[in-house]
């Protein structure tokens, strides 16, 4: 490989909207030959919306305090789940003051909500988040979780200890998944659909894509394993994702490139960064790294 040849390959991708770090990075774009591709912010808009709130029966919390209570814990949260709750409390000018605020990747958000001397600790994520601090998750909850998870994303939303409901956003598409899973294919490399997500939401942007490979509920230490799960077959893997959940992961692949509009974590993480948030740019990639390399061999 002359050094002239790699220039020529790094700017050209320069040109088009992909940052290449380094010739190994050519290199490892143009043999990789599976692709697993984050869900949400990567395949899907990560633009998400309000769609319903669910408060717990016996609870005693109504739509409108749930919303408030997520909302305003979610106003500190970065991700797309988060955002679409807090304008949603926003919107309803319920936002309230928080305080010792965590983001949790993978899992939610914790902090104490209220005014000063009238604070609750509140929790907003999945079920497995809620455990894990302590508090029952019920048949009934999951029942709520269920029923909220045919519509989108859904998230439970605890208050002092106990589940109080179930909060649900939607995202979509974006127009240029459809077309980018086909050209990856089409170039040879075994799609994976990769989300913390739920399987129902998960299954559904996949076959929407015609992805048959879907690993849904998993964690950011999750994903590293199905990244090595497919090295450990002889795959070389290429991992596409936008979030500090997904860093783990594009540092484990063979190739890790980062959506642009994606978390300062997941672009240092990543070999290669793709400057729109377009999944077709994955492709030009590879397209690019195969001809300039065939070029200079
Ligand atoms: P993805 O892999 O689809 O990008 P993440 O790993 O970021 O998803 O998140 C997985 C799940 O964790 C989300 O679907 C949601 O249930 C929960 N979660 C993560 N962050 C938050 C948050 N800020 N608020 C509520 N739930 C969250
Ligand atoms: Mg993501």
Redesign the pocket.
């Known amino acids: 490989a002359t050094p002239t040849a790699l220039m020529v390959g790094t700017g050209r991708g320069a040109q088009l909207g992909i940052l290449i770090k380094g010739p190994e990075a050519l290199e490892a774009t143009r043999s990789v030959d599976a692709v697993v591709l984050?869900?949400?912010?990567t395949l899907t808009t990560g633009e998400m919306t309000f769609a319903a709130a669910l408060p717990a029966a016996g609870s005693g919390v109504d739509a409108d305090t749930l919303v408030a209570l997520a909302g305003s814990l979610?106003e500190h949260?970065e991700?797309p789940?988060?955002r679409a709750?807090a304008a949603e409390a926003r919107r309803r000018g319920a936002l309230l003051p928080v305080s010792d605020f965590t983001?949790?990747?993978?899992?939610?958000?914790r902090g104490r909500v209220g005014p000063p001397g009238a604070e609750h600790p509140v929790l907003?994520?999945?079920a497995a988040l809620l455990r894990a601090e302590g508090v029952p998750v019920d048949e009934d909850l999951l029942d709520a979780l269920a029923e909220g998870e045919q519509g989108g994303?859904a998230?439970l939303v605890a208050r002092d200890g106990t589940a109080i409901g179930v909060v649900v956003v939607a995202d979509r598409l974006r127009d240029t998944s459809v077309e980018a899973v086909a050209g990856l294919r089409s170039l040879g490399l075994r799609p994976v659909l990769?989300?913390?997500?739920?399987a129902v939401v998960a299954h559904r942007v996949a076959a929407a894509l015609g992805i048959e490979e879907v690993h849904a509920g998993?964690?950011?230490e999750d994903?590293v394993a199905v990244v090595r799960a497919l090295q450990a077959e002889g795959r070389r893997v290429a991992m596409v994702g936008d979030?500090v959940?997904?860093a783990a992961a594009l540092a484990t692949a063979d190739l890790g490139l980062a959506m642009g509009s994606g978390t300062d974590a997941a672009m240092e993480a990543g070999d290669v960064t793709l400057v729109r948030p377009d999944l077709r740019l994955a492709v030009d990639a590879v397209r690019l790294a195969r001809r300039t390399l065939r070029t200079i061999k």
């Open positions: 984050d869900k949400t912010g979610e949260s991700h789940v988060g709750v983001a949790l990747p993978g899992a939610g958000v907003v994520g999945r994303t998230v990769l989300t913390g997500d739920n998993v964690s950011p994903k979030g959940n997904d």
